[in-house]
């Protein structure tokens, strides 16, 4: 019998990445890697239901923290996204060698769902599907007009050190390396299946760039839970449903 709980670490040119991996049986099947947002972790309450869901639909589940978050290593105001793409890939390698594994899935929550949907892009080919709550598909865009947490800056010339929330700061680089990047263009890329779900009571990523992402996609079911906020912390319930639902639909349909 797999152990129901283990933890995982790799890493990814020289940073140590940690994980909780946990599988709802002994069988192969498919694993999904799930990553948190910003300045979160890979224990935050609403993460640890969406993973509860998942294996209760069949999923094995890989939540891990990234660089500068969490138990990982890297120091906050030193991460972008495309050290996230890279910690992302890299954790992709490690799931690709287990033989438990059968398909892979992404999952991430804002930053997080923004990362999983641009490895998605890049290599569509070893992703099945996607599970995005409130993708932060906004940030290359803020990083390009200059906007980051509600505080206006000109992008030519990015304060630094850039002050976020909680006491902590970016270094400059985090808006040169995110205005670099084309949303569009990831999602485009990804043939395959994708869910999005967000909160109709979100205060942090605008309902109009998960709906125009929702309308790109080739493959995808947008669920909008009334109340719910940014961190899922209203209808709990509602957002594992839903989640285990679809999940457990695309294993039917497979």
């Known amino acids: 019998m797999a152990p129901a709980r283990e933890s995982v670490t790799v890493t990814d040119d020289g940073v140590r990445l940690v994980g909780i991996l946990e599988r709802p049986s002994a069988e192969p099947g498919p694993l999904v890697l799930v990553l948190h947002g910003f300045t979160s972790a890979k224990d935050r309450p609403h993460t640890v239901a969406a993973c509860v869901a998942m294996r209760e639909a069949g999923f094995a589940t890989l939540r891990f923290d990234l660089y500068g978050h969490g138990e990982s290593g890297g120091e906050f105001r030193k991460h972008t996204l495309h050290k996230w793409i890279s910690n992302t890939l890299t954790v992709m390698d490690w799931a690709e060698r287990q033989d438990f594994v059968t398909e892979l899935w992404l999952s991430g929550h804002s930053q997080g769902g923004l990362t999983a949907a641009l490895v998605a892009g890049t290599a569509p080919e070893r992703v099945r599907g996607l599970v995005l709550r409130a993708p932060a598909f906004m940030i290359p865009r803020c990083a390009r007009e200059g906007e980051m947490l509600g505080v206006r800056f000109d992008p030519s010339q990015i304060p630094e050190p850039f002050p976020t929330i909680k006491g902590l700061t970016l270094d400059a680089d985090y808006f040169r390396s995110a205005r670099a990047i084309r949303v569009e263009e990831a999602?485009?890329?990804?043939?395959?299946?994708?869910?999005?779900?967000?909160?109709?009571?979100?205060?942090?990523?605008?309902?109009?760039?998960?709906?125009t992402a929702a309308g790109r996609y080739r493959s995808c079911k947008l669920a909008l839970i009334p109340g719910e906020t940014h961190h899922f912390d209203q209808a709990r319930e509602h957002m594992k449903s839903v989640i285990r639902d679809w999940l457990s639909q695309q294993r039917t349909d497979k």
């Open 187 to 211: 999602i485009d890329a990804f043939p395959g299946s994708v869910l999005l779900l967000h909160g109709e009571a979100d205060d942090v990523v605008p309902l109009r760039d998960v709906e």
